[in-house]
């Protein structure tokens, strides 16, 4: 049996299963629910992505730089003790190969 056949095969015994399990030992409703969960997170993440491009497009359009922002936010998700750690090798890499420190 082929892959296609074998999910047609699998997604045929789910719908039949209904709220039951299917020959399989899969419940269709509980696999139902975990689908519709997904999808619905899948439409809120694009629907917060949309709502980023808004913000960063008004940012923008009052004069800030985008690409600064979107660094600040970045750093604001590290913890101060990392960040610090990163600048001092930042630093220490840039004094190594001779550029403004």
Same mark, same amino acid.
């Given at each position: 049996m082929s892959q296609s056949s074998a999910a047609r095969t699998s997604h045929s015994n789910i719908e039949e299963a209904g709220e039951g399990d299917s !020959?399989? %030992?899969v419940s269709g409703q509980r696999l139902r629910s975990f689908i519709q969960r997904i999808e619905k997170l899948e439409e &809120? +993440? !694009?629907a917060v992505g *949309? &709502? @980023?491009k808004e913000v960063y497009a008004e !940012? +923008? %359009?009052? %004069?800030?730089d985008v690409k600064i922002i979107r660094q600040i936010v970045r750093l604001r998700k590290v *913890?101060? *003790?990392?960040r610090r750690e990163f600048d001092e =090798? @930042? *630093? =220490?890499y840039k004094a190594a190969i001779g550029m403004e420190a």
């Open positions: !020959a399989s %030992g &809120d +993440k !694009a *949309e &709502d @980023l !940012a +923008k %359009g009052t %004069g800030f *913890e101060v *003790e990392k =090798l @930042l *630093e =220490l």
